[in-house]
């Protein structure tokens, strides 16, 4: 038992507006701004859940889920630069679709060397449907993100097993948070930064200040997760 109780929306939802204000805060620390606020905010959540504070569950989280997320997108590209994008478009496609190339790679491999018949056996699909559609779902939340990890829980059914799908929930958040923190790091690595492709020409040099580069998510304001990634000033 929670210290919030699952049915009061209202204390449900003012928690979730406190994380996600703190992690804005923290975000201008020096450590916090290596994470990024959507990996602190997903990071405190997981761990106010296992102290008991907020709920595991709760219908609040459903509302979150189903209206604000899906919301936050087009919310996103309202403060997007058009011009920045057209012409940016190109090797960020190209990027997008090695990086989903590699996802669905991961996920095949793991289909194949993993038993994965006894997971979801409560949704209610046989076993030759469901392994495929677990795998499918992990491929679209590490693709797209959470709106596609909701999405595809509800089109495949795996949704109707609160406990798979509880625990794919709780292990998509933890290892997405981690290996965001990973990503964050990164560009703060010397190791990196001697070998990255940098033009480091006299003539731009002088002209261009030097700046550091973190990785933010579309998400950073405000949502959890959207599967893309930006590298920006």
């Known amino acids: 038992m929670s210290l919030i109780s699952p049915d009061n929306h209202l204390a449900v939802m ?25 990996v602190i905010a997903i990071l405190a959540s997981i761990a106010l859940a296992n102290l008991g504070v907020i709920p595991k569950s709760a219908p609040a989280y459903g509302f979150v889920f189903h209206y604000i997320v899906p919301l936050l997108v087009p919310l996103f590209l309202f403060t997007a630069d058009l011009r920045k994008i057209l012409f940016g478009a190109g090797r960020m496609t190209a990027a ?13 491999l793991a289909l194949l060397l993993l038993d994965l018949s ?11 449907g469901r392994e495929p559609a677990i795998a499918g779902l992990f491929a679209a939340t590490y693709i ?23 625990a794919a929930t709780a292990a998509d958040n933890l290892l997405g948070a981690l290996y965001l923190s990973f990503i964050a790091a990164m560009p703060a690595s010397a190791w990196l930064a001697k070998r990255s492709a940098i033009d480091r020409s006299p003539a731009l040099n002088s002209r261009a200040p030097r700046a550091r580069h973190s990785i933010r998510s579309p998400t950073d304001r405000p949502c959890v997760t959207s599967g893309a990634y930006r590298l920006g000033p």
Not at 17 to 28: D, P, S
Not at 96 to 108: D, E, M, Q, W
Not at 118 to 128: C, F
Not at 149 to 162: H, K, M, N, S, Y
């Open 118 to 128: 006894a997971l979801g056996a409560a949704s209610g699909l046989d076993v030759p």
């Open 144 to 166: 797209g993100g959470s709106v596609n990890f909701a999405a595809l829980g509800e089109i495949t059914g795996l949704v109707r097993d609160p406990a798979f799908y509880s």
């Open 14 to 38: 003012a928690a979730l507006a406190v994380i996600a204000g703190a992690a804005f805060l923290l975000e201008r620390t020096r450590i916090g701004g290596n994470l990024t606020a959507a």
């Open 96 to 108: 997008f679709l090695l990086a989903s190339a590699g996802t669905v790679a991961g996920v095949t």
